[in-house]
């Protein structure tokens, strides 16, 4: 008789595992919103000395889009470029206010100039490339306007060229983008 009682007590666990899950994914799809198809602008960070980025999205459906992001940098001691893509779902929080999530990777290169380092000067410029893959979190609003802001946190492991010591990158930035 034992036996019976612990098998319907697992039963009853299982309806109630099914339950909640079944009414956790409705809560998601009955919050989901159409994301604009495009989005272009700028991602404004700290991203590893390279600045901003230019910044474009193409929603793929209701809820999951794509992110590319070019960003580089150019002055006396360093050039450098970064090109970043990432898949991202997003979830509707309320209105035109959402959150997200991704996964992604890129590929950048630099070229180190030494002449402008007289204490650090080997005889020759550093240069190389690297491969980088990233996950991405943030939240954003979009305005009734043709206008979207975010704000997102995208840490970032470098494979490569030396491009950084430790090979991680902690990235925080500001979005603002125009929608169509």
């Given at each position: 008789m034992s036996n019976f009682a612990g098998l319907t007590k697992l039963s009853n666990m299982k309806?109630?595992?099914l339950t909640f899950a079944?009414?956790?994914?409705?809560?998601?799809?009955?919050?989901a919103q159409e994301i604009p198809n495009n989005a272009l602008g700028l991602r404004l960070g700290?991203?590893?000395?390279?600045g901003g980025e230019i910044s474009y999205q193409r929603g793929l459906g209701s809820n999951n889009r794509l992110e590319l992001d070019l960003g580089w940098r150019d002055n006396k001691h360093y050039d450098a470029f970064k090109l970043t893509g990432l898949y991202q779902w997003v979830w509707n929080i309320d209105g035109?206010?959402?959150w997200y999530a991704g996964v992604g990777g890129g590929v950048g290169s630099y070229s180190h100039n030494d002449d402008h380092h007289p204490h650090h000067n080997d005889g020759h410029d550093d240069s190389g490339t690297f491969l980088l893959v990233a996950g991405d979190i943030g939240i954003e609003y979009?305005?009734?306007?043709p206008l979207q802001i975010s704000l997102d946190f995208r840490p970032e492991l470098y494979f490569?060229?030396?491009f950084r010591d430790d090979?991680?990158?902690p990235d925080i930035a500001l979005g603002i983008r125009f929608t169509f």
């Amino acid at each position: 008789m034992s036996n019976f009682a612990g098998l319907t007590k697992l039963s009853n666990m299982k309806k109630i595992l099914l339950t909640f899950a079944l009414v956790f994914g409705a809560m998601l799809t009955s919050q989901a919103q159409e994301i604009p198809n495009n989005a272009l602008g700028l991602r404004l960070g700290d991203n590893d000395g390279f600045g901003g980025e230019i910044s474009y999205q193409r929603g793929l459906g209701s809820n999951n889009r794509l992110e590319l992001d070019l960003g580089w940098r150019d002055n006396k001691h360093y050039d450098a470029f970064k090109l970043t893509g990432l898949y991202q779902w997003v979830w509707n929080i309320d209105g035109g206010f959402n959150w997200y999530a991704g996964v992604g990777g890129g590929v950048g290169s630099y070229s180190h100039n030494d002449d402008h380092h007289p204490h650090h000067n080997d005889g020759h410029d550093d240069s190389g490339t690297f491969l980088l893959v990233a996950g991405d979190i943030g939240i954003e609003y979009v305005f009734d306007i043709p206008l979207q802001i975010s704000l997102d946190f995208r840490p970032e492991l470098y494979f490569g060229d030396d491009f950084r010591d430790d090979n991680f990158g902690p990235d925080i930035a500001l979005g603002i983008r125009f929608t169509f």
